[in-house]
């Protein structure tokens, strides 16, 4: 049986969404494959996240990862939203969830560091929950 596909989507698919991506692959890819994308995209990832990701967790996501937008990604499984409200895309699934999280581009690093984790803890919970067939 194939892994289920999931999408974290925002409206640039610049930091949060990509920030979710790379943190599917390293700490979820056994269970699921991670793709991220927007309605719109910036020239590169931001740069802080990049930074924050290859010091916090070893992982380069300009090395593996572009700004895509929706129809650069294969059908999924599920999608889930970073937190950004009425103007969030949309993508057909079977499960959708909004993450509500905060656009941290702009703000310190701690800032940063505390969406990361949200983001860290949010995809091991997802992973348990497609284990466990919640989802």
Not at 4 to 32: D, I, T, W
Not at 109 to 119: G, R, Y
Request: proline share 6%; aromatic share 4%.
């Amino acid at each position: 049986m194939s892994k289920p596909k999931v999408a974290f989507v925002c409206v640039h698919n610049s930091c949060r969404s990509q920030m979710a991506e790379a943190l599917g692959k390293a700490l979820a890819g056994n269970v699921f494959e991670s793709y991220s994308a927007g309605t719109e995209t910036k020239p590169q990832i931001n740069q802080d996240a990049v930074r924050l990701m290859k010091d916090r967790h070893g992982i380069d996501m300009e090395a593996t990862q572009r700004s895509k937008l929706l129809a650069d990604i294969p059908p999924v499984d599920v999608v889930i939203t970073m937190g950004c409200n009425v103007n969030c895309p949309w993508l057909p699934c079977r499960h959708r969830e909004d993450w509500g999280l905060d656009d941290p581009t702009g703000c310190p690093d701690k800032t940063f560091l505390d969406v990361m984790t949200a983001i860290q803890e949010k995809v091991l919970d997802l992973k348990h929950r497609i284990e466990t067939n919640q989802i």
